[in-house]
């Protein structure tokens, strides 16, 4: 079982799955509802009917409705295995049997009554747009055709650039520090809208994006590119421009990871982050973003598993901490949304408390949304018996109901939770999408070193470009890995280029292997990805330098990587190694589009961290 911040490689595209339904009509999704919808029938932009008396009255009508166990469900959103609702393949059968006993995930649905499913890529969710559309469908269906069923919200966690979970031929954008480099609020507002607009077309109604953390750590092993920068309030106003996106085309946006997850040198997925800041650095740098988030009307956040003492000095995990979620969250910042869990398989939850206890804590820190428990049949039983014995109240539960429900309500989940195949053609991939990605894509990427004018390079005087460097397993099924991405994408700019791997830590054997190859190529275009003072990238770049070739790095993942490499002609930031990015890369090497890009994180000299080599807003141009 993998956690829900995890990036990994979706599976290649198979046959449709028998889970589309023939279009269901309106009437038929209403009496499924049992008819409350008709109070709430004010479509999936519309805010009056869900938070009104009336829609209220309405959904607590639903919520009187529901057995205990009923309850206990809505509040979980849990992963299951396979392309579809009722027939996936047999070893995605095996590891739903093994994890949580249940087939698939129409079982998953009638034994638990879930109010949220998540969809991975490794989860084999995610092949093409046609099935997940109609996985949506069958889960929707599935659930519908319970007693007193209802809709399911939809999740996932599509960030974009090195986190996304549905892929190629879907539209993939620039992540969010590329973002933070292009600097415009408008190009992170499209994002939202056009990825919220093709997320919807599948039937995802709820992303987990964007990353609010300001990311002042560059040691972060979990945030770093995820985040769009270290000044709070540039990070601030393109997250609020990209919820505006998102939720202006009827997906709900999420705010993560709640306090603040950007300057910790832990990752919480494998272990307990503590964040050592005051109340008023808090206050000052990780609120900012998340205060922007409320005012732009953010539909859920996501909490983080980390320590923060200053907020809360018991030493629970931020998920599980009362004064955090309640005390600041919903008293201090005012915010009445949906609250959600990050994934309770992160280590960073359950160090302190068993699996058992961690999801009853978090509904009583006030979570509203449990997300992903390792063990679904643990987790609910102990949220169900802790109903039971005392320690929550059922009132308790449907304080949390009516928020999800109010949500599912906003997001039109309750007269119409389907999707329809000629929405999917009409919307994702669309050619026009697609050049809405290169466009922004190209505001993004960064110069930070031109030795003597090395770039642009020129097709008449270094025709032959050896292109070396990481191959880290390709992000969405794109197309990768990068080296080959970019010498395919410098071919078709007029060069000859010829792409040789060379990993993330090189071999002797594979240093001496590219360097032979560099004396037949005019230039060397190397990919680095994290590059540190004493590992084997670093030797690599030195050894091709001795060459005498000129040597033009880009950094595929963090930006940081430039401190290392003082020798290099020419070190470009791209952010990512995500095929938008690196063909962006390619055409400002080409000098097809001028480097606009300016860095939106500071970075430290390598021999004197204490010192910044480049600023907040350095970059070059042609």
């Known amino acids: 079982m993998r956690d829900s911040s995890t990036g990994s490689t979706a599976r290649p595209s198979g046959p449709t799955e028998p889970d589309r339904p023939s279009r269901p009509s309106r009437r038929t999704v209403l009496a499924a509802t049992a008819g409350v919808t008709a109070a709430l029938a004010a479509g999936p932009h519309a805010h009056a009917a869900e938070t009104g008396p009336h829609g209220d009255k309405a959904l607590r009508a639903l919520i009187s409705r529901m057995t205990l166990e009923e309850k206990v469900g809505q509040l979980f959103v849990m992963r299951v295995y396979g392309h579809s609702a009722t027939a996936p393949d047999q070893a995605d059968i095996d590891a739903n049997l093994k994890e949580i006993g249940v087939r698939t995930a129409a079982e998953l649905i009638a034994k638990y009554r879930v109010g949220g499913i998540i969809y991975f890529s490794w989860a084999h969710n995610t092949r093409d747009p046609h099935q997940v559309a109609a996985l949506s469908n069958g889960i929707q269906r599935a659930s519908l055709e319970q007693p007193r069923g209802l809709p399911l919200l939809i999740s996932t966690d599509q960030e974009h650039g090195i986190v996304a979970r549905v892929g190629k031929p879907a539209t993939l954008f620039p992540g969010a520090m590329a973002l933070g480099a292009g600097g415009s609020r408008a190009d992170a507002r499209e ?99 998340f205060r922007a988030a409320i005012r732009a009307g953010i539909d859920s956040i996501m909490t983080a598993h980390i320590m923060v003492p200053a907020l809360d000095p018991a030493g629970d995990p931020a998920t599980l901490s009362h004064p955090i979620l309640t005390g600041i969250l919903r008293g201090e910042l005012g915010y009445d949304g949906v609250v959600v869990t990050d994934s309770l398989g992160m280590e960073g939850v359950r160090t302190k408390y068993g699996d058992d206890r961690v999801p009853v804590l978090a509904l009583k820190a006030g979570v509203d949304q449990l997300l992903n428990p390792p063990d679904l049949n643990v987790a609910w039983n102990a949220v169900l018996n802790a109903v039971r014995g005392g320690e929550l109240t059922e009132a308790r539960l449907d304080e949390s109901i009516l928020r999800v429900l109010r949500l599912k309500s906003k997001l039109g989940l309750l007269t119409d939770p389907y999707v329809r195949d000629a929405a999917v053609d009409r919307v994702v991939g669309t050619p026009a999408h697609l050049r809405t990605a290169d466009r922004i894509a190209e505001r993004t990427t960064t110069l930070l070193v031109n030795k003597e004018g090395l770039l642009p390079l020129s097709r008449r005087r270094t025709p032959k470009v050896l292109v070396v460097g990481a ?121 097809r589009v001028d480097p606009r890009g300016k860095l939106p994180v500071p970075v430290q000299r390598a021999d004197d961290p204490a010192q910044v080599l480049y600023p907040i807003g350095y970059g070059l141009t042609y």
């Open 191 to 289: 994002v939202g809208r056009v990825g919220g607009a093709e997320l919807r077309a599948l039937g995802i109604r709820q992303d987990y994006s964007p990353v609010a953390d300001v990311n002042v750590n560059p040691a972060n092993p979990v945030i770093g590119v995820r985040s769009f920068g270290a000044d709070p309030d540039a990070v601030a106003g393109l997250v609020a421009a990209e919820v505006k996106g998102y939720q202006g085309s009827g997906v709900a946006a999420t705010a993560k990871h709640f306090p603040g997850h950007g300057d910790t040198a832990v990752d919480s997925h494998f272990g307990f982050p503590v964040i050592t800041h005051s109340r008023e650095l808090w206050s000052t740098l990780d609120a900012v973003p």
């Open 471 to 591: 191959d880290p397993a390709s992000p969405s099924l794109s197309d990768g890995p990068p080296t080959a991405v970019l010498a395919g994408a410098l071919t078709e700019l007029g060069f000859t280029a010829t792409a040789l791997s060379t990993g993330t830590a090189p071999s002797a054997a594979t240093i001496a292997k590219a360097v032979a190859a560099a004396a037949d190529a005019d230039a060397v275009v190397v990919g680095t990805y994290n590059v540190t003072a004493t590992g084997s990238q670093k030797t690599l770049v030195e050894g091709l330098l001795a060459t005498g070739v000129p040597v033009i790095a880009v950094a595929i993942r963090n930006p940081y990587d430039v401190a290392q490499l003082p020798g290099v002609g020419a070190c470009l930031a791209a952010y990512s190694w995500t095929d938008v990015e690196l063909r962006a890369a390619a055409r400002v090497i080409a000098g």
